[in-house]
C-alpha cells in the first residue's frame, strides 16, 4: 500500500525558515517523481514543486521560486522542502504527491498534509 | 501559463441524480487533463487521467470527457460519498502544473 506521511510544518513568523519533510512507503521511491502541492485556507490547489526520481529535474512555481528548495534521499525514501523568506501568502496546507507520468505528470497518490501558517 | 477555468463554482444536485462539471483551459492540453475530488478535511484522490480514463479503484459512476480545451466530468447517480469538491489539472503544457479553481458540488 502506498503511503505518504508529511511532517514538519507548524507556525513560523515571516521571513523565517521551515523544512518540511514526506517520508514514503509502498512502492519504488527512486521510479516516480516527487512533488509539492500546497493549499491555503478555503482556497484551491497550487503546484509548488517537481522533482523526478533521479533528481536530474527540479521545477519550481513562479510563486515560491528561489525560496524553496525541494530534495529527496532516495536511500531514505524521503522527500523534503526547505521553505526559505516564508511570507503570510506561504500560509497553507502542504500536500507531498507522487508523480506518474501519463504524457505529463499527474498525481496518483497524496499524503494527509502539513499545515504551514506564517504570522508575526 | 495554462490557465485552467472551472463551471460552475457550486453546483447543488439531489441525491440519486447526475451533476454535469466543466473545465476550459486558455489553450489546448490536447487530452492531457485529469480530475480531482476532495473531500473536506481530506487530500485530493485521483479520479481521471487522460481526459477520460478512470484511475483504479474509481466507480464507472464517474466519466470523463473532452479534448483540446473544453473538457466535462459527469457523475451519474450521485451518492452520498460524492459531495465534495472537484479539481481539473492540466499537464500537457508544464511547468506549471496547473489546476483549476474546483467545483463544489452540494446537496440540494
Known amino acids: 500500500e502506498v503511503q505518504l506521511v508529511e511532517s514538519g510544518g507548524g507556525l513560523v513568523k515571516p521571513g523565517g525558515s521551515l523544512r518540511l519533510s514526506c517520508a514514503a512507503s509502498?512502492?519504488?521511491?527512486?521510479?516516480?517523481?516527487m512533488n509539492w502541492v500546497r493549499q491555503a485556507p478555503g482556497k484551491g490547489l497550487e503546484w509548488v514543486s517537481f522533482?523526478?526520481?533521479?533528481?536530474?529535474?527540479?521545477y519550481y512555481g513562479d510563486s515560491v521560486k528561489g525560496r524553496f528548495t525541494i530534495s529527496r534521499d532516495n536511500a531514505k525514501n524521503s522527500v523534503y522542502l526547505q521553505m526559505n523568506s516564508l511570507e503570510a501568502e506561504d500560509t497553507a496546507i502542504y500536500y507531498c504527491?507522487?508523480?506518474?507520468?501519463?504524457?505529463?505528470?499527474?498525481?496518483?497518490?497524496w499524503g494527509q498534509g502539513t499545515l504551514v501558517t506564517v504570522s508575526s | 501559463e495554462i490557465v485552467m477555468t472551472q463551471s460552475p463554482a457550486t453546483l447543488s444536485v439531489s441525491p440519486g441524480a447526475g451533476a454535469t462539471l466543466s473545465c476550459r483551459a486558455s489553450?489546448?492540453?490536447?487530452?492531457?487533463l485529469a480530475w480531482y475530488q476532495q473531500k473536506p478535511g481530506q487530500a485530493p484522490r485521483l479520479l481521471i487521467y487522460?481526459?477520460?480514463t478512470r484511475a483504479s479503484g474509481i466507480p464507472a459512476r464517474f466519466s470523463g470527457s473532452g479534448s483540446g480545451t473544453e473538457f466535462t466530468l459527469t457523475i451519474s447517480s450521485l451518492q452520498s460519498e460524492d459531495f465534495a469538491v472537484y479539481y481539473c489539472?492540466?499537464?500537457?503544457?508544464?511547468?506549471?502544473?496547473?489546476f483549476g479553481g474546483g467545483t463544489k458540488v452540494e446537496i440540494k
Open positions: 509502498g512502492f519504488t521511491f527512486s521510479s516516480y517523481s
Open positions: 489539472q492540466q499537464y500537457n503544457d508544464w511547468p506549471p502544473l496547473t
Open positions: 487522460g481526459a477520460s
Open positions: 504527491a507522487r508523480g506518474t507520468m501519463v504524457r505529463g505528470i499527474i498525481f496518483d497518490y
Open positions: 522533482i523526478s526520481g533521479s533528481r536530474s529535474y527540479i
Open positions: 489553450q489546448s492540453v490536447s487530452s492531457n
